[in-house]
């Protein structure tokens, strides 16, 4: 089963890299295909990071936006295609998150898209491929509550090592410990196929 889930894993890498190399031709076919493939996880992200719907949405939009105009760029030994929409999605809904905290005279949805680099910068500490959500999520439930807690701090509000430990008064050694943990759990979720048992913690 696990070589199985390995095999639909590139097979699905493999076309959105060709989706991609369309797309830098020009395709805007292609690009309607990757965002059909890809457009409801993304709005499942940013909306669990942003909160509004409004937003969500409109950052939906931001993300195709910038892969049209990035796609000459793409690089297929940097990540694949999801990893980087993955990663831009993120690294926007965040922006768009601390925007609003530090203009909280701006209603949801008001404030301008901020601006981020093209190539989005690996978050920290954690990543999620697109095609793994599934099964991270149910691995999510196999963690210790302390774990799980720690990695929704720093996947879901984007904070650092240092803003997990000054926001939850865990000493930073310990969390970089739990959270080590925690990402060694979730790639064993990737890479070995679907884990057994737990419920996932809201």
């Given at each position: 089963?696990a070589g199985t889930d390995r095999t639909l894993r590139d097979f699905d890498a493999e ?178 196929g679907p884990t057994t048992g737990g419920t996932i913690h809201r």
């Amino acid at each position: 089963m696990a070589g199985t889930d390995r095999t639909l894993r590139d097979f699905d890498a493999e076309a959105d890299r060709l989706l991609v190399r369309d797309v830098a031709s020009g395709s805007t076919e292609s690009l309607a295909r990757l965002y059909d493939r890809h457009a409801a996880t993304v709005y499942g992200l940013v909306r669990r990071i942003v909160q509004v719907s409004e937003d969500a949405e409109e950052l939906v939009q931001d993300v195709f936006a910038q892969v049209w105009l990035d796609a000459r760029r793409y690089e297929a030994s940097r990540a694949t295609v999801a990893a980087l929409i993955v990663m831009l999605a993120r690294a926007r809904a965040i922006e768009r998150l601390r925007a609003r905290r530090a203009r909280p005279d701006l209603g949801p949805g008001s404030e301008t898209t901020p601006v981020v680099p093209s190539t989005p910068p690996e978050p920290e500490p954690v990543t999620i491929a697109l095609g793994e959500v599934d099964r991270v999520r149910e691995a999510l439930g196999t963690l210790p509550d302390a774990e799980h807690e720690l990695l929704q701090l720093a996947y879901f509000e984007g904070l650092t090592y240092t803003g997990i430990a000054d926001r939850t008064g865990v000493p930073l050694g310990t969390v970089k410990t739990r959270l080590r943990s925690a990402l060694a759990t979730l790639r064993e979720a990737v890479t070995s196929g679907p884990t057994t048992g737990g419920t996932i913690h809201r």
